[in-house]
């Protein structure tokens, strides 16, 4: 399916500040706590302001398998790259299920679930594609062969997308983050010298 092929060229950029609780959610694999917060209101493809990565590239790098198939219930975009690396969720999976020590069943899942949902895989900024190892099993190694095959025609179009968007929408959508940050954070201080509270008064 080429259904999220290259949203991200046509979806604006959005990056907020994750919360505590969300962050946790994702790494503790709460998908009912993360499914609540993007039903909520939170863009379920926003980036994260300290490190450029989606919730849906955490989930992947976290191995939280719950949460994965929740936002991609929720239409999270597989094939959004983070601004520095160029990393896809396919990237972070990749890694989770390389460096996995334990033989988790669960991760054998992941990569075709993500590549069903149109992850497809593009090289990073370096130009390594993900990599699941040399001893990925039989159906994991499948999924990434169709990633690659239906992610090849499209590289040429998102290479060109790269150098003329490049990072400039994440830095605008950073500006923007926390601009609006600081204009809160102004209006309390207002607010409070209008009232005349004091720091360190109730």
């Known amino acids: 399916s080429t259904r999220n092929s290259l949203r991200c060229i046509k979806m604006p950029t959005v990056v907020i500040t994750f919360s505590n609780a969300f962050l946790k959610a994702i790494q503790e ?5 993360v499914t609540s917060v993007i039903k909520a209101g939170q863009d379920v493809n926003a980036f994260h302001a300290d490190d450029g990565l ?3 590239h955490m989930a992947c790098g976290a191995g939280a398998t719950k949460v994965i198939t929740a936002l991609l219930a929720l239409k999270a975009d597989p094939n959004l790259e983070s601004p520095e690396i160029l ?9 989770t299920y390389r ?3 334990e033989g988790k069943m669960e991760y054998e899942d992941m990569i075709p ?12 900024r370096g130009g390594k ?17 169709d990633a690659e095959r239906t992610g090849r025609p499209h ?4 290479q060109k997308e790269r150098r003329e968007r490049g990072r400039d929408a994440f830095q605008k959508a950073m500006s923007d983050h926390i ?24």
């Open 129 to 145: 594609l993900p990599d699941c190892g040399d001893d990925a099993c039989a159906l994991v190694e499948k999924s990434m062969q």
């Open 179 to 202: 601009s609006n940050a600081s204009a809160c954070a102004i209006a309390v201080c207002d607010t409070a010298a209008t009232e005349g509270y004091q720091y360190g008064s109730r």
């Open 29 to 33: 694999d709460d998908a009912d706590e």
């Open 155 to 158: 590289v040429a179009e998102r």
């Open 54 to 56: 989606t919730a849906l």
């Open 87 to 95: 990393e896809t969720c396919l990237h972070h999976a990749a890694k």
């Open 113 to 124: 679930e993500l590549v069903k949902a149109g992850a497809m895989a593009f090289p990073d």
């Open 99 to 101: 460096e996995d020590t």
